[in-house]
């Protein structure tokens, strides 16, 4: 099992374009959630997603940003026009079915707005 | 509302020296406590949780409801040890999110 994966694993983005960061589960996990890590910060929740289903977004900001997470392929995490203050490392972690399973992350992918 | 409140960030020892890690949370729930470690620039993997009540390369933790705190000791610190250490409390019901203390840097010095 590869454990969850994440790419790119590094990202720069100038002022003003799309940024997509992608997100594969661990094997059989249909849960996945996305956590930012600003510098000198710990990790904010997100999102947390099932296949074709948002289920709790109140860690998004409201403007620029979007995850999915559709039946077939991985999770995406797109911030559009990005601004400085959206570098930072996004992690996506997953989970099985059930309640109470053990979230696992993936590396992270590092995003630079220059 | 959950919180969860490192209230440290930093700390620095000798090796072979106890560490604690302080933990408080705030749930108005049952809670599931973590902690997770991040060595530089990797993932975070899942040191403990306490439902678990085992001990993972020396590290134990014990929740504590009347202080609602979890606080990871271990009785001696080795210098690989030296990482990001994350507690985490996670939500139960509809959305079953962790929710992460700001972390703390731990450094084991030769």
């Known amino acids: 099992n590869a454990g969850v994966m994440q790419n790119p694993r590094h990202l720069v983005r100038r002022r003003g374009q799309e940024a997509r960061l992608r997100c594969s589960p661990m094997k059989g996990h249909s849960h996945v959630y996305w956590y930012r890590q600003l510098p000198e910060e710990g990790l904010k929740f997100m999102v947390y997603l099932q296949k074709e289903n948002i289920i709790d977004e109140s860690g998004m900001p409201k403007e620029r940003f979007s995850a999915e997470f559709p039946k077939e392929g991985p999770s995406i995490l797109r911030i559009q026009q990005v601004v400085r203050g959206d570098s930072a490392a996004y992690f996506c972690a997953s989970s099985r079915d059930s309640t109470g399973n053990t979230i696992y992350f993936g590396e992270g992918s590092w995003l630079t707005v220059v | 509302a959950q919180r969860v409140t490192q209230p440290e960030k930093l700390l620095s020892v000798f090796k072979g020296a106890p560490v604690e890690l302080k933990c408080n949370y705030s749930y108005s729930g049952s809670p599931e406590l973590f902690w997770y470690v991040q060595y530089s620039r990797q993932r975070l993997q899942l040191l403990l949780r306490?439902?678990s009540r085992e001990s993972i390369k020396g590290f134990t933790a014990d929740l504590n409801k009347g202080e609602t705190s979890f606080h990871l000791k271990k009785p001696f610190a080795q210098e690989e040890d030296s990482a990001m250490y994350y507690c985490a409390l996670r939500t139960q019901g509809g959305s079953e999110k962790l929710v992460f203390g700001k972390g703390m840097k731990l450094t084991v010095n030769p």
């Open positions: 306490h439902i």
